[in-house]
T-cell receptor, first 114, second 111 residues
């Protein structure tokens, strides 16, 4: 089945130690998103790619970077994780930036920072 | 600024009907989504409204009034599995690809 896959599902890292979260999709969607969701809060958009066009949200910390080497894969790099970065990170895709279709979400990666 | 408001929690009884409201103030509007999210899981799509009126899909219906900046999600014949958070999200701004989520309404279903 076509889907959005995130690895790992659970990630533990140490304060200040770089970590990379990965997302892949078999939907062949042009748009990929990264959201951060803390407990009992709304998913917060960090950035998104339309194809190779990178779009950063104004309030996304510089500590967060992203890469999209091809249509299928997108990575979230946290250069120096702090305790406040512990959250669920959700990857989502949509077929087109002008599409009114829904976003398809991956299962998320829960990040713990020790 | 962008703001989406929905109640934090609601409780309803199995078999009953519940309405979850959402109000929004956004710069631009290109549609409103409702998502269901079970604890520890990713959101799953329920509905999309871009025109005023009611969209019905099985036990779930969603209503939109653009002039009022208002939507609701109506759940009928509630089942225990409907216990979840329900997220209202708006595609907003000048760019169609930006979706802003509300904090979600946690729905508790009692037997």
């Amino acid at each position: 089945d076509a889907m959005v896959i995130q690895n790992p599902r659970y990630q533990v890292t140490q304060f200040g130690k770089p970590v990379t979260l990965s997302c892949s999709q078999t939907l062949n969607h042009n748009v990929m998103y990264w959201y951060q969701q803390k407990s009992s809060q709304a998913p917060k958009l960090l950035f998104h790619y339309y194809d190779k066009d990178f779009n950063n949200e104004a309030d996304t910390p510089d500590n967060f970077q992203s890469r999209r080497p091809n249509t299928s894969f997108c990575f979230l790099d946290i250069r120096s994780p702090g305790l406040g970065d512990a959250a669920m990170y959700l990857c989502a895709t949509s077929s087109d930036r002008y599409s009114y279709n829904e976003q398809f979400f991956g299962p998320g990666t829960r990040l713990t920072v020790l | 600024g962008q703001n989406i408001d929905q109640p934090t929690e609601m409780t309803a009884t199995e078999g009953a009907i519940v309405q979850i409201n959402c109000t929004y103030q956004t710069s631009g509007f290109n549609g409103l989504f409702w998502y269901q999210q079970h604890a520890g899981e990713a959101p799953t799509f329920l509905s999309y409204n871009v025109l005023d009126g009611l969209e019905e899909k099985g036990r779930f219906s969603s209503f939109l009034s653009r002039s009022k900046g208002y939507s609701y999600l109506l759940l009928k014949e509630l089942q225990m599995k409907d216990s979840a958070s329900y997220l209202c999200a708006v595609r907003a701004g000048n760019r169609d690809d930006k979706i802003i989520f509300g904090k979600g309404t946690r729905l508790h279903i009692l037997p």
